[in-house]
T-cell receptor, first 118, second 114 residues
Framework: EAQVTQNPRYLITVTGKKLTVTCSQNMNHEYMSWYRQDPGLGLRQIYYSMNVEVTDKGDVPEGYKVSRKEKRNFPLILESPSPNQTSLYFC?????????????????FGPGTRLLVL | AQSVTQLDSHVSVSEGTPVLLRCNYSSSYSPSLFWYVQHPNKGLQLLLKYTSAATLVKGINGFEAEFKKSETSFHLTKPSAHMSDAAEYFCVVSESGNTGKLIFGQGTTLQVKP
């Protein structure tokens, strides 16, 4: 089954304790992305990756790191979590598409990771 | 820059009545537009997308949306609401260029009353 998986699904941690949220897709997609969802704000992009070893900042990258060493995996790293990073996180992937039609490609989302930082 | 505005944060309908969720977009080029649905404690599921083919787009579960360039709108409709339609709905525009970033509206919560 084609899917995007995230782990863990739920996480409670304390301020300053490093954590990693894993994301994996089995669709051989080039493009992967992380979003956070906060009430009344919709989803906002944190980081994205257009292919292996190619990553870039989204709209809200502060306090996060990512890496893309393999095509299927795109972990999100919080080096020193703070309470304002309490949120619902989604990983997404899609095909690269053509240069003209890249925006038309459907993004597939993981089930989400709910993070609480105390 | 592209943006999306969902005009209602909350919509309540009775089961069997029509659904209308409103979305306006801002884009300097011909956009790709999407509607996603999020059921409680679930991930995001694509309902439908517009990619400059037909202006009336049919999606899953009886939903459809019409792209109206003159009104910069992409409203989501369904003729008859079902209890299982209760969820949060997001109107989304895809950013131009190669970032592939999706720009989300704030979301509309649909309540369906028996």
């Amino acid at each position: 089954e084609a899917q995007v998986t995230q782990n863990p699904r739920y996480l409670i941690t304390v301020t300053g304790k490093k954590l990693t949220v894993t994301c994996s897709q089995n669709m051989n997609h080039e493009y992967m992305s992380w979003y956070r969802q906060d009430p009344g704000l919709g989803l906002r992009q944190i980081y994205y990756s257009m292919n292996v070893e190619v990553t870039d900042k989204g709209d809200v990258p502060e306090g996060y790191k990512v890496s893309r060493k393999e095509k299927r995996n795109f972990p999100l790293i919080l080096e020193s979590p703070s309470p304002n990073q309490t949120s619902l996180y989604f990983c997404a992937s899609r095909r690269a598409g053509t240069s003209r039609g890249t925006g038309q490609e459907t993004q597939y989302f993981g089930p989400g990771t709910r993070l609480l930082v105390l | 820059a592209q943006s999306v505005t969902q005009l209602d944060s909350h919509v309540s309908v009775s089961e069997g009545t029509p659904v209308l969720l409103r979305c306006n977009y801002s884009s300097s080029y011909s956009p790709s537009l999407f509607w996603y649905v999020q059921h409680p404690n679930k991930g995001l599921q694509l309902l439908l997308k517009y990619t400059s083919a037909a202006t009336l787009v049919k999606g899953i579960n009886g939903f459809e949306a019409e792209f109206k360039k003159s009104e910069t709108s992409f409203h989501l409709t369904k003729p008859s609401a079902h209890m299982s339609d209760a969820a949060e709905y997001f109107c989304v525009v895809s950013e131009s260029g190669n970032t592939g970033k999706l720009i989300f509206g704030q979301g509309t919560t649909l309540q369906v009353k028996p």
